[in-house]
């Protein structure tokens, strides 16, 4: 069964950073890409970041702030955010697939969120 954990939301001031790691068991991450995406109160989800074995994309909002990785050895992806922003408040899911259906938007496992609220 796949399962996708993320950790590291929480409560931050405008400019301060923030780690989220999403965590996978029941398959292996390698094989597949990994994306990040969060959605506001009241707004549309978005994507954020994404990362296969040989691409890395970012949305023109966090270009420059936000840094996505991997450790294939933990099974573990992660974004870390810098200079962060009100505007950067949402909910944070990460989600793998295909690259296809990341970039599209469709990706079939997804976690179930994570809270970050910055905020002074």
């Known amino acids: 069964q796949v399962q996708l954990v993320e950790s590291g939301g929480g409560l931050v001031q405008p400019g301060g950073s923030l780690r989220l790691a999403c965590t996978a068991s029941g398959f292996t991450y390698s094989y597949y890409a990994v994306g990040w995406f969060r959605q506001a109160p009241g707004k549309e989800r978005e994507g954020v970041s994404c990362i296969s074995s040989s691409e890395i994309w970012y949305a023109d909002a966090v270009k420059g702030r936000f840094t996505i990785s991997r450790d294939n050895a933990k099974n573990t992806v992660y974004l870390q955010m810098n200079n962060l922003k009100p505007e950067d408040t949402a909910i944070y899911y990460c989600?793998?697939?295909?690259?296809?259906?990341?970039?599209?938007?469709?990706?079939?496992?997804w976690g179930q969120g994570t809270q970050v609220t910055v905020s002074s």
């Open positions: 989600a793998t697939d295909t690259l296809s259906r990341i970039v599209a938007g469709v990706p079939t496992y």
